[in-house]
């Protein structure tokens, strides 16, 4: 997985980067192909401003975008719903490799 944290107009601290990268480690639990994270911190007039661009094989990316006025409510806000979005995509990708009771076949002894 390659990962790219990009910080514009704000220094990040070493607590914030590992925070983040961290994250991006229990991303790995969904069991899905991710290829590649960026992530975008910027600050803004109303705060900082945090973009999450999760990039999965065979599948759309995921972009989560998230501003706050603290740095660190921005980023736990951000993982929050990458990671609920990565758990809807996980249980939909789950759902369709399984079958229904209707569609398995009966043994004959």
């Known amino acids: 997985m390659n990962v790219q944290i990009r910080a514009k107009d704000i220094t990040l601290n070493a607590n914030a980067q590992a925070h983040i990268e961290s994250a991006i480690e229990g991303f790995t639990k969904y069991q899905l192909d991710i290829t590649t994270v960026n992530v975008s911190v910027v600050a803004e007039k109303k705060g900082v401003s945090i973009e999450f661009d999760i990039h999965i094989a065979h599948a759309q990316p995921v972009i989560i975008k998230q501003v706050d006025d603290v740095l660190d ?37």
Do not use: N, W, Y
């Not at 609920?84 to 079958?99: F, P, S, W």
């Open 73 to 109: 409510a921005a980023i736990d806000l951000a993982i929050d719903r990458a990671s609920k979005a990565l758990r809807r995509l996980h249980t939909k990708v789950v759902e369709k490799h399984t079958g229904s009771v209707k569609t398995l076949e009966t043994l004959d002894d």
